[in-house]
């Protein structure tokens, strides 16, 4: 069995560089782009995690499934087009200037009101 | 109140971690043949389950059948050179719980001294970013890496070890995206809020 590598990768190349291209062109907002790229991640990523932590489970425990080896395809598969949309993750954001909470400034004046990570302390009440 | 919390959790996580290094899932010690599981595994010869046993003990075991077997001395030199052989190859365990909650526990003693204000939110955030990126190319190469194998049908002694670490690596990979989601929450909600 063969894992395509080239079919999943130069596809979901030319579909970013697309993508990219209309919003420095601004046919499409940022919010779009990020938008689609972001839940791309989030399903290749719940699938590809999702089946390899089944996998190594099935391996710690010595269970052999009969969708074993279906679970490992659509692994690699569902891997292949993580890898690349996580670059593509990174490009979006990196040295992308975050959104500056207008009330952050003052959170740095008072740091006992910072709210958890979970909020990510941008709203300070 | 969100301190409390997350010491408790720290609490609670650290002795599954400590305990998930003994291999065995049933908390077995010296399980004799033919074990209790269906993992019962025996590389040593020693007609106890290899999961059941610490490494340490494993050897002295090993060392007391050597000097027991003077006379096979063949058969003993090949069982070790066997125990050497299962040693350099990486064993069938990815250790998923103990790497987990390992990278779960060193995620809330961060968090925990960012809401004491002992750790700085760039800073902090700044680590988990690290962690991911650098779990992600890891992972993300060594799966390259076996794919390229797999379709071109290379076969070689290190097969073994970069699967052993693409696992490995995924797991702090997978932990660390689930870290990132909490860190990033409200920008995950708004993908699907608007």
């Known amino acids: 069995m063969t894992y395509d590598l080239i079919t999943i990768s130069i596809p979901l190349i030319l579909t970013y560089c697309a993508s990219y291209i209309l919003y420095r062109k601004n046919h499409i907002k940022r919010s779009l782009h990020i938008r689609l790229w972001n839940i791309l991640i989030l399903i290749t990523f719940l699938v590809s995690a999702g089946a390899g932590l089944t996998l ?24 292949i087009a993580m890898f690349w949309i996580a670059i593509f993750h990174i490009h979006s954001y990196w040295k992308y200037p975050q959104k500056q909470d207008p009330k952050e400034s003052s959170s740095k004046k008072e740091p006992s009101n910072k709210k958890s990570a979970g909020n990510k302390g941008r709203k300070v009440n | 109140m969100k301190k409390i919390y997350v010491v408790l959790l720290i609490i609670l996580l650290t002795p599954v971690a400590v305990y998930a290094w003994n291999d065995c899932p049933y908390g077995l010690l010296n399980d004799p043949f033919p074990g209790q599981c269906p993992r019962y595994t025996d590389t040593n ?12 003990s494993a050897s002295t075991n090993n060392t007391q059948n050597l000097n027991n077997n003077s ?4 058969n ?42 002992m750790l700085k939110k760039k800073i902090f955030y700044k680590i988990w970013n690290y962690v991911l990126i650098a779990s992600f190319i890891l992972t993300g ?28 690596f ?4 997978a932990v660390s995206t689930i870290i990132h989601f909490h860190l990033y929450w409200k920008p995950l909600k708004k993908v699907f809020t608007g």
Do not use: R
């Open chain 2, 45 to 56: 010869h020693d007609s106890i389950c290899d999961h059941s046993q610490s490494p340490t």
């Open chain 2, 76 to 117: 003993s030199n090949n069982s070790s050179s066997d125990i050497q052989k299962d040693n350099s190859v990486p064993s069938e365990n990815y250790y998923l719980i103990p790497v987990a909650v390992s990278t779960t526990i060193i995620y809330l003693v961060t968090y925990l001294l960012y809401l004491e204000n």
């Open chain 1, 56 to 79: 190594i489970s099935l391996v710690e425990y010595g269970i052999a499934l009969p969708i074993s080896q279906t679970l490992l395809y659509w692994h690699i598969e569902f891997g």
């Open chain 2, 71 to 74: 006379n096979e001395n063949n």
């Open chain 2, 170 to 173: 995924a797991i702090i990979m």
């Open chain 2, 141 to 168: 190469l060594t799966g390259l890496i076996m794919i390229i194998i797999v379709n071109y049908g290379i076969g070689s002694s290190w097969n073994l070890t970069i699967d052993f670490w693409h696992a490995e």
